[in-house]
């Protein structure tokens, strides 16, 4: 049995992917210590680790919250490590953590890095700008240019992340020398022939569990003739309710059954009256209503994107920021999504790329994606590399 300690930021697109590996390290045997925010406590100890409390006892659920508090949080982060570090075998730190190469110079241990998401290099942040035609321009030509990249480092790095990375493509990249985990199938990694002469390992992305809902009306989604609708901003970018209000209305007096998640309490009441085709929640058991739905709205987060498209299920994406512009040009790339950027998002929008998803049923795309996920060795996978090492 090895003594384990993970750590992350406690932002639920962030440590959500790592869960389940904390989950198969501890079936595994192992003992397993997850250093994060006291919000993820019960989802930890769901998996069977212990939490170690660090920084706010609140989760990330804004931007605004990142950029306020995310200096303090890494910069806590990095320390608790390093104060820990002696009491552990092995330390995963995961995120976007600008300390990975640090603490391996530091620490006797080997520190193994795992990311959200799938691993950058230059060529693959080049191709994705390039696609990304949803995103801004000025984050668009920032990315797809180094010299600007590290000028915004050199600006933003201090002041966010208390580090001074070198150029912000080094947080995504693989950090470890021993071994780098991404949640990401071999298939949905762009140019992944440039990762395999890298300690670079492709687990594969693992289905969101929900939370049990007894209140949540599962049988009418699965009594309902027509389309059942799912429309989900995830956990932080959900305040944009116009964008609920658009998909609502493009479904107003169709055969469809609508069922909208806010992603947070106060925006049902914000939302006002819906029709009687909609299910309005602020949270709903999303990979239950998945297994229902026939069409999903979703920003495109990496659990969304997966989520969907482990359910089967045709998704229309509206990135706003972050990671999502990425996963949703990369579905649309691979034939297993469409993007509808955030300026066309209205009613008629909406409803004609709606009736013209939900005619062409699941793509092939998205099949041969889904089975890359299905085919690829999983948390299971990932515990025996970091065995490997261990040994």
Do not use: K
């Amino acid at each position: 049995m090895a003594r384990i300690l993970m750590a992350g930021l406690p932002a639920y697109g962030l440590a959500n992917p790592s869960l389940p590996f904390a989950r198969a390290l501890v079936d595994a045997g192992h003992q397993v210590d997850y250093l994060m925010g006291e919000a993820f406590r019960s989802r930890v100890e769901a998996t069977g680790a212990s939490l170690v409390p660090f920084g706010p006892d609140v989760a990330v659920t804004q931007p605004t919250q990142l950029a306020l508090h995310g200096r303090r949080m890494f910069t806590a982060m990095g320390a608790s490590i390093r104060n820990l570090a002696h009491h552990y075998d092995v330390m995963i730190p995961g995120a976007i953590n600008p300390e990975v190469p640090e603490l391996e110079r530091g620490l006797d241990a080997p520190v193994i890095f795992f990311t959200p998401v799938f691993f950058q290099n230059e060529r693959v942040m080049q191709h994705l700008a390039g696609i990304g035609t949803s995103m801004p321009g000025p984050a668009r030509r920032v990315l797809a240019t180094p010299a600007l990249r590290r000028r915004a480092a050199r600006i933003v790095g201090p002041l966010l992340l208390g580090a001074h990375p070198h150029d912000f493509l080094d947080l995504l990249r693989p950090q470890s020398s021993v071994l780098n985990i991404s949640p990401a199938s071999r298939y949905y990694q762009p140019f992944v022939e440039d990762f395999d002469g890298l300690p670079c390992f492709f687990a594969g992305p693992t289905a969101t569990a929900s939370l049990p809902d007894d209140s949540f009306p599962l049988e009418r989604l699965r009594d309902h003739d027509g389309p059942v609708v799912y429309a989900t901003l995830g956990t932080v970018f959900n305040r944009r309710l116009d964008y609920f209000r658009a998909i609502i209305d493009a479904f107003r007096g169709s055969d469809a059954l609508v069922v909208v998640t806010t992603g947070r309490e106060s925006s049902v009441a914000d939302m006002g009256p819906v029709p009687d085709n909609v299910i309005l929640r602020s949270f709903v058991p999303q990979a239950d209503v998945l297994r229902e739905a026939d069409l999903c709205f979703t920003h495109g987060g990496f659990g969304s994107t997966t989520d969907t498209v482990l359910a089967g299920v045709p998704a229309i994406f509206t990135p706003m920021g972050a990671d999502q512009f990425f996963n949703a040009h990369r579905m649309e790339e691979l034939g297993a999504g469409r993007v509808l950027a955030w300026r066309d998002v209205d009613p008629a929008s909406v409803r004609a790329l709606a009736d013209e998803v939900l005619a062409a049923g699941p793509t092939p795309g998205l099949e041969r994606l889904r089975q890359s996920f299905v085919d690829s060795p999983g948390p299971r996978g990932a515990v025996a590399e970091i065995e490997r090492i261990l040994a």
